[in-house]
């Protein structure tokens, strides 16, 4: 399960609070980088993605997600495939068995890199779209109301 993963934050109600509160001050803000004043007194100037990576996070916790983070060249086992496609670990298999989605083996285990599951994910989702798209426009010539 992702929630298992090291770094896994799960965010209390008072969290939540203090997310939501740092997440609308960043979401204002128009410079590109971020300092922090650190309590010894020195400060750091971050990298200009990390606004946008920093005011999602915040966000998510703000809703009371659970939040990881995942290198793009991690290794994921079937199990936590499935759970990041919200599909059961068996079709996950299936899908590794049919060469839907890369994946090698570490001894019997097999392992999938994230950046993989990430562009199957994104393959999926817009054959998804399309075939939803051509519905609507044949519902649509056809005149059922949609």
Known sequence: MLLDRPGTVVPTPADAELA?????TLSRRTETALRIHLDDGEELTLPSGVTKLLTHLLTEMS????????????ELTTRQAADYLNVSRPHVVKLLEESRIPHH??????????????????THEMARRQALDALTQEAQELGMGY
């Open 105 to 122: 083996k570490v001894g019997t285990h097999r392992r999938i890199r994230f950046s993989d599951l990430e562009a199957f994910k994104h």
């Open 20 to 24: 939501a509160k740092a997440s609308r």
């Open 63 to 74: 809703q009371g997600n659970a939040v990881t983070l995942i290198p793009l060249h991690a």
